[in-house]
């Protein structure tokens, strides 16, 4: 049988680190623009919203609403098998900025629009990085 590649890790650049680096720690973080007061997701270098660059790093409740959702029943590569048939997502957080992730630790079947949900991390073997995902919020 041939060797299944390790899943694609992200790679942390300037931008991205803080964010890559509060994961491991268990915080989601995102950024605010100080010019607008909007929220954006993933991190950039200006805000979407205004083009401003005056941009902080604030920390996320890490809870949200399933706005869209697909179940994967094949998958793109090897190394995703394993998880099929699983759930790829864009989550409406609370903070007003839309994160694209898995829900994860629930019968696929389940998910639904609108369904509560709050962020996890997920610990993937043979790497130190932690990767946020959401899975069902019960409370
Ligand atoms: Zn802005």
Aim: charged share 20%; hydrophobic share 40%.
């Amino acid at each position: 049988m041939a060797e299944v590649q390790a899943k694609p890790m992200p790679v942390p650049d300037a931008i991205s680190r803080p964010y890559w680096e509060g994961a491991n720690q268990g915080i989601f973080a995102f950024q605010r623009c100080r010019d607008c007061g909007k929220a954006q997701f993933y991190s950039r270098s200006a805000c979407v919203h205004c083009h401003g660059s005056d941009l902080e790093w604030q920390v996320a409740a890490g809870t949200g609403r399933v706005a869209s959702f697909s179940v994967i029943h094949r998958a793109p590569i090897a190394s995703f098998m394993a998880d099929t048939p699983y759930v790829l997502a864009l989550i409406d957080m609370n903070e007003g900025f839309r994160f694209m992730c898995n829900v994860l630790r629930c019968d696929p079947a389940t998910v639904k629009i609108g369904m509560r949900v709050r962020v996890c991390f997920e610990a993937r073997p043979g790497t130190e990085q932690k990767i946020p995902q959401v899975e069902p919020a019960t409370a």
